[in-house]
């Protein structure tokens, strides 16, 4: 158990581009979630995957945020066209049934 | 009516006090409570987790679980600067559990 891994953990992005993610979970671990968080509040919750399944994504996730997990495993997280208040830490967590969860160490978005 | 409810803080305390964070939370359908403490910076760490009324002791924290009152609270004894810190509480409902809510977090600070 390594833990959950996410890359890069920093990022510096110019208003427009486009930016991907990368989470990969604790390897037992079948749900995998992103969460997004600013200065000063809770995890807001972005988007869930059980096994390759994606099962709910936000209402407040714009056109603009994508998540994949193709084969169960990695997930990646692709925002098109950022914008400054896409600034954020980019948390993804997983668990299987039964256990709480767990999470990585983050990707810091910074959008310039 | 936001989801789960915290008290933003900041909640100081003296080395060697009591602290008590307290959370409400609007769905009567969850099901797991948490308790997560983040540092400036870094990803959330899970402390404690209930799920039956009552109360939880792990060493120095005890979870307190009131489903009538939709209430959940966490007591930290004999608080230690290292304890400083913030704590989200978070609440998993929907159907099997699926997706955490978490709480903007409560600022402590345990003042030697």
């Known amino acids: 158990d390594t833990g959950v891994s996410q890359d890069p953990r920093h990022k510096i992005t110019k208003r427009g581009q486009n930016v991907t993610f990368r989470c990969d979970p604790i390897?037992?671990?079948?749900?995998l979630y992103w969460y997004r968080q600013t200065l000063g509040q809770g995890p807001e919750f972005l988007t869930y995957?059980?096994?390759?399944?994606?099962?709910?994504k936000s209402r407040l996730l714009s056109d603009r945020f994508s998540a994949e997990r193709p084969k169960g495993s990695f997930s990646t997280l692709e925002i098109q066209r950022t914008e400054q208040g896409d600034s954020a830490m980019y948390l993804c967590?997983?668990?299987?049934?039964?256990?709480?969860?767990?999470f990585g160490n983050g990707t810091r978005l910074t959008v310039t | 009516q936001k989801e789960v409810e915290q008290n933003s803080g900041p909640l100081s305390v003296p080395e060697g006090a009591i602290a008590s964070l307290n959370c409400t939370y609007s769905?009567?359908?969850?099901?797991?409570f948490f308790w997560y403490r983040q540092y400036s910076g870094k990803s959330p760490e899970l402390i404690m987790f209930?799920?039956?009324?009552g109360d939880k002791e792990d060493g120095r924290f005890t979870a307190q679980l009131n489903k009538a009152s939709q209430y959940v609270s966490l007591l930290i004894r004999d608080s230690q600067p290292s304890d400083s810190a913030t704590y989200l509480c978070?609440?998993?409902?929907?159907?099997?559990?699926?997706?955490?809510?978490f709480g903007a977090g409560t600022r402590l600070f345990v003042k030697a």
């Open positions: 390897s037992e671990h079948n749900r």
């Open positions: 967590a997983s668990m299987t049934q039964g256990t709480p969860l767990h």
């Open positions: 978070a609440v998993t409902h929907g159907t099997g559990g699926f997706k955490t809510i």
């Open positions: 209930i799920y039956s009324n």
């Open positions: 769905d009567r359908g969850s099901q797991s």
């Open positions: 995957f059980q096994n390759e399944a994606q099962l709910e």
